[in-house]
């Protein structure tokens, strides 16, 4: 058990640009949340897989942002065009039979 | 919808001292109750959990009783190091919603020698 790896841990990007962020969870989960925190708050739901299956989005996830889980595996989250509200912690975490979330050490995005 | 609501922080306290952190809940049905920590530098970790009303949950000396009457899950422990010192937030699972978590805003927990 290697745990929930998240990369990059940091990505500084300026307004308009895309960018990609990454999770590998750990190896025999089949169930796959992201969530976004921002300063001084608790962790938001964005998205839910099971397997390479999206099977809830929530509405805080714009038509700007994107989420794949190819080969029900590791997970990309895409956001184009971003926005300095974007600026956040992004969250991954997997979830094995016991039904607990594993959360990985996160990526700091922040838009200049 | 489900909502989660925590003491505010920052709560400071000298070593051994007793610490209460509130958490009020609420949810429809019968969610899952948790409590994460947050270590500087860090990523959450899950503390402890309770599954239904009256369970107590426990790990490390802390402890939170599942009260459905009340609707909340107070966080205590008994004696806090600085060890302690981290962000402690509360949460809920619904029974329902592919159980996703819904988090409290977090409170910053400072233990002084």
């Known amino acids: 058990d290697t745990g929930v790896s998240q990369d990059p841990r940091h990505k500084i990007t300026k307004r308009g640009q895309n960018v990609t962020f990454r999770c590998d969870p750990i190896?025999?989960?089949?169930?796959l949340y992201w969530y976004r925190q921002t300063l001084g708050q608790g962790p938001e739901f964005l998205t839910y897989?099971?397997?390479?299956?999206?099977?809830?989005k929530s509405r805080l996830l714009s038509d700007r942002f994107s989420a794949e889980r190819p080969k029900g595996s590791f997970s990309t989250l895409e956001i184009q065009r971003t926005e300095q509200g974007d600026s956040a912690m992004y969250l991954c975490?997997?979830?094995?039979?016991?039904?607990?979330?594993?959360f990985g050490p996160g990526t700091r995005l922040t838009v200049l | 919808g489900n909502s989660v609501t925590q003491m505010e922080g920052p709560v400071t306290l000298s070593e051994e001292a007793f610490l209460t952190i509130n958490c009020t809940y609420t949810?429809?049905?019968?969610?899952?109750l948790f409590w994460y920590v947050q270590y500087p530098g860090e990523g959450l970790q899950l503390l402890l959990k309770?599954?239904?009303?009256?369970d107590k949950g426990s790990n490390k000396g802390f402890e939170a009783t599942y009260r459905k009457e009340t609707t909340s899950f107070h966080l205590e422990k008994g004696s806090v190091q600085v060890s302690d010192s981290a962000v402690y937030f509360c949460?809920?699972?619904?029974?329902?919603?592919?159980?996703?978590?819904?988090f409290g805003a977090g409170t910053r927990l400072a233990v002084h020698p």
């Open positions: 975490a997997s979830v094995g039979r016991n039904n607990e979330q594993f």
């Open positions: 190896s025999e989960h089949n169930r």
């Open positions: 897989f099971q397997n390479e299956a999206q099977l809830e």
């Open positions: 949810a429809t049905g019968y969610p899952s």
């Open positions: 309770a599954t239904k009303a009256d």
């Open positions: 949460a809920l699972s619904s029974s329902g919603g592919y159980n996703k978590l819904i």
